[in-house]
């Protein structure tokens, strides 16, 4: 099933939720799979600190736009890919919020050709991988 990571800025819960419903549809729709699928996708949302001088490696991902989606599965052929890229990057246009100085220019009417970036990533999930977030499935007793 999809794994999706959303790396973002300080997003509100309810926009969240919002923003989790319409990629899991968008998903369901574009990679053609079964509606009892839906809770088989998984959505992590990954907070991102403000922009300091030095970007740590893991960050260095999430850093290209003001919003990156990864998309991790099985099977993610080039046209499940551009179909899915569409219609995302569509709705999260309208969903996510501006930076807060085109918000300012906007009303001061000053025109800026800086738009929002939104940048998808796509990663062939390992058939042998079930499941990207675990990490190790030893049991720890303290």
Do not use: W
């Not at 999430?62 to 219609?87: M, P, Q, S």
Request: a positive charge; glycine letters at 4%; aromatic letters at 8%.
């Amino acid at each position: 099933m999809p794994y999706l990571r959303v790396y973002a800025q300080g997003l509100p819960a309810e926009q969240k939720r919002v923003i989790a419903q319409k990629l899991i549809e968008i998903t369901l729709r574009t990679f053609k799979l079964h509606a009892d699928q839906r809770y088989q996708t998984s959505i992590q949302f990954i907070t991102l600190p403000p922009l300091s001088g030095v970007d740590e490696p893991p960050a260095a991902i999430a850093r290209e736009g003001d919003f990156t989606l990864e998309v991790i599965g099985h099977n993610l052929t080039e046209d499940k890919k551009r179909a899915f890229a569409k219609e995302a990057a569509a709705m999260l246009a309208h969903v996510v919020p501006m930076k807060p100085r085109n918000r300012f220019a906007r009303v001061l009417g000053i025109k800026t050709k800086q738009s929002q970036q939104i940048c998808l990533q796509f990663n062939e999930l390992s058939p042998a991988v079930s499941d990207p977030f675990i990490m190790d499935s030893q049991h720890c007793a303290a």
